[in-house]
């Protein structure tokens, strides 16, 4: 849908251009004119003959053919407009600013169903309604300010909310962020934010684009495109990273499973985040330092060199850092001895490397000359130093940005004393750097862009299941929970391993068989969702006639069906579970289980299908993993069998698209086996 028109029109029309700047056509008018648009301009004003030394037409009938058209009329007057821009004046781009259609009411709903069927009808791109504009190489189509300086190889910017695309570039300007194209979406009525960035993948030259993309996204209108196109970008050299708003547990629609209780919009975004490669970032804080961070050289290493005169910042940068997953190493030997002879008495080189307040640029350099040549366990600098207003930082500053040219490791520098230091700052970002003013804020960004790995392959192996029986199971089931026996069969028919278990609504028939199998065993209520809140699970039957009594209880329990009888096995309890959000592929969750799923939400979450590299990531990624290995004393589960079932689970989903809910709650994990005791699964 994006079409050069858009990008690089030959001739414009503002439809509602002012002479009056504070009004959005009137600085939209500005701003062209002023961002130097080379093409041919026009504007419609019945009011006005001439709008800022330009000819003002009085209807949109009488100006020339023209490629783009901004509109900054009221919505009540833009079908008819658009109409015959694309109709008689051969108008193949279109961006209306203004409000009043979907996110208003009935009538506005129809007014941009209407326009978006006209520009579909001569194959045309509209952007908006509702938003700010775009700001390309070509002209700067946007009402707002400020209006950064365009940088070929600046950050890409595509948000869906105007005023949110506004803030991120007012804020990225004072760190130094350069940007290059804009977009802004608004209600994004025929392009989204997922066709923009299909076309920048398809048309997408690293040699000239940026290589930095930043997503705003309100509403995910087409997961798999985003995913595709994504990963495609990343894989081919750029870097992206985005915010989804809107993504809390509040947000997403009631569940009844184990798996829907924990699970939430926000899990199933960052899942699609992390299989594409994409940055997930909370904040536009953090959006900023991730695009800052992406603007250095590439943390290839855990290990960093915290440098310093400001001992408070150092540690709670090392604290964060740890967090995330990074290290702050101890540096000692005799290098570090003889670094030590160069600073003042009082200093410490043991990481952080701390020179104290009276540190010169001198010092600084010999500093991050040793983290370079000499400390080989470190992959990366951060620089944190401000000014107490003592003495000016211009010269450390100054050695910081050669350092920053000439060294191959990363250096990330902290400039907190954004009031005494306001002069050095804009020196030291005129010369095209990027700066941090907070360093828990850049050591929460840098471990996120370290621990987001790389787009994930279109094609995953996963293990061998009877897709045919299946298919006979799904097929003849009805819509909500299947019944226990088909959960059954699903089971053995994925080679998901599960306990032996006997259902029965007969106390008779359920003595009866309870001869084929080994006591202790536990007994379940079969019909209410939760059978633990039901008091529906009762646990070290020793024999027949403690199971007839207990039959009898669990069957007065509402919504009681049967009962089910299982071996009673001890072991770890661990969890795996499904979730289906519209539009996305199916997420597959792991953790600890029974109880503690819930209790403890020590989660991990991807996108089906999941490679067997991804399965391992999600069971090593858990709080719990220890637990796992075998803790104190404790025996673990078998590790290769677990991540066997995540993949078959995945499996399953793939070939039963139907499943809308699922969990298999608790397995039992011992170093020779897991078995599955509990399953629910639920179809849509």
């Known amino acids: 849908m994006v079409n050069e028109e858009l990008l690089k029109p030959k001739s414009i029309v503002v439809i509602g251009a002012s002479n009056d700047i504070k009004k959005p056509g009137g600085n939209m008018l500005k701003n062209i004119l002023s961002g130097g648009y080379k093409g041919k301009m026009s504007v419609v004003n019945p009011k006005e003959e001439k709008i800022q030394g330009i000819k003002s037409y009085a209807s949109v009938v009488e100006i020339p053919e023209t490629e783009l058209a901004i509109l900054a009329i009221a919505a009540k007057y833009c079908p008819a407009t658009i109409k015959t821009l694309a109709e008689e004046k051969n108008t193949k781009a279109f961006i209306i600013i203004s409000a009043g259609f979907g996110e208003g009411d009935e009538q506005g709903k129809l007014w941009e169903q209407e326009i978006t069927e006209t520009v579909n009808s001569v194959d045309g791109c509209l952007i908006g309604p509702n938003c700010i504009g775009v700001i390309t190489e070509s002209y700067k189509g946007v009402f707002t300010a400020p209006i950064p300086p365009f940088n070929p190889k600046g950050c890409d910017l595509i948000s869906g909310s105007g005023a949110t695309a506004v803030f991120i570039m007012e804020a990225g300007m004072a760190l130094g962020v350069s940007f290059a194209n804009v977009f802004s979406t608004g209600n994004a009525a025929q392009t989204t934010v997922e066709d923009i960035l299909e076309y920048m993948d398809i048309h997408f030259n690293p040699e000239t684009d940026s290589l930095v993309k930043l997503l705003y996204l309100e509403t995910i209108s087409n997961p798999k495109k985003l995913l595709k196109h994504a990963s495609s970008l990343i894989k081919k050299g750029a870097k992206i990273a985005a915010i989804k708003a809107g993504s809390t547990a509040e947000g997403s629609r009631a569940a009844t499973s184990h798996t829907g209780a924990i699970a939430s919009s926000d899990m199933t975004v960052r899942a699609l985040f992390h299989k594409a490669g994409i940055v997930y970032c909370s904040s536009r804080e953090q959006l900023l330092s991730v695009a800052a961070i992406f603007n250095y050289k590439k943390l290839k290493g855990k290990n960093i060199a915290i440098i310093t005169h400001a001992g408070g910042s150092a540690v709670m940068l090392a604290d964060q850092l740890s967090k995330g997953g990074l290290k702050v190493p101890e540096i000692s030997g005799p290098d570090a001895e003889k670094l030590k002879s160069f600073l003042y008495p009082g200093s410490s080189i043991a990481n952080p490397i701390d020179f104290l307040a009276t540190g010169t640029a001198e010092q600084l350099g010999i500093i991050i000359d040793y983290c370079e040549h000499k400390f080989e366990n470190i992959d990366a600098m951060i620089v944190v130093f401000g000014s107490a207003g003592l003495f000016n930082v211009e010269n450390v500053y100054n050695v910081l940005s050669v350092k920053l040219e000439i060294c191959n490791k990363p250096i990330f520098p902290v400039l907190p004393s954004v009031v005494n230091a306001q002069r050095e700052i804009q020196s030291f970002l005129k010369k095209g750097h990027i700066h941090f003013p907070d360093e828990v804020v850049l050591g929460k960004a840098l471990a996120q862009v370290y621990n987001t790995s790389e787009p994930q392959p279109h094609k995953t192996s ?8 299946i298919r006979s199971v799904i097929d003849a089931a009805s819509e909500g929970y299947l019944l226990p026996n088909q959960t059954v069969e699903l089971l053995d028919a994925a080679g998901i391993p599960r306990v032996h278990e006997i259902v029965e609504n007969s106390k008779e028939k359920l003595l009866k068989a309870l001869g084929t199998m080994d006591f202790p065993v536990v007994m379940k209520v079969v019909g209410p969702l939760h059978k633990s809140d039901a008091q529906g699970v009762v646990l070290n039957i020793a024999n027949k006639n403690e199971a007839a009594e207990t039959f009898d209880i669990l069957m007065k329990i509402d ?9 009673q096995i001890v072991g770890l309890e661990l969890f795996v579970g499904v979730i289906k959000e519209p539009g996305f592929n199916h997420t597959i969750l792991c953790g600890l289980g029974g109880i503690f799923i819930e209790v403890l939400n020590d989660v991990s979450a991807r996108l089906s299908p999941i490679s067997k590299n991804e399965a391992e990531k999600m069971v090593h990624s858990l709080r719990g993993y220890k637990l796992i ?29 139907e499943i809308t809910e699922m969990d298999i709650n608790p397995l039992i994990g011992t170093q020779r086996a897991i078995t599955g005791v509990d399953a629910r699964v639920r179809i849509g």
């Open 559 to 567: 919504s009681a069906t049967a009962v089910m009888v299982q071996p």
């Open 462 to 469: 996963l293990p061998k299941i009877d897709i045919e029986k």
């Open 629 to 657: 290995q075998g803790a104190r004393g404790k025996k673990g589960a078998n590790e290769k069998i677990f991540i066997d079932i995540i993949q078959r689970l995945s499996a399953l989903v793939e070939a039963a698209p």
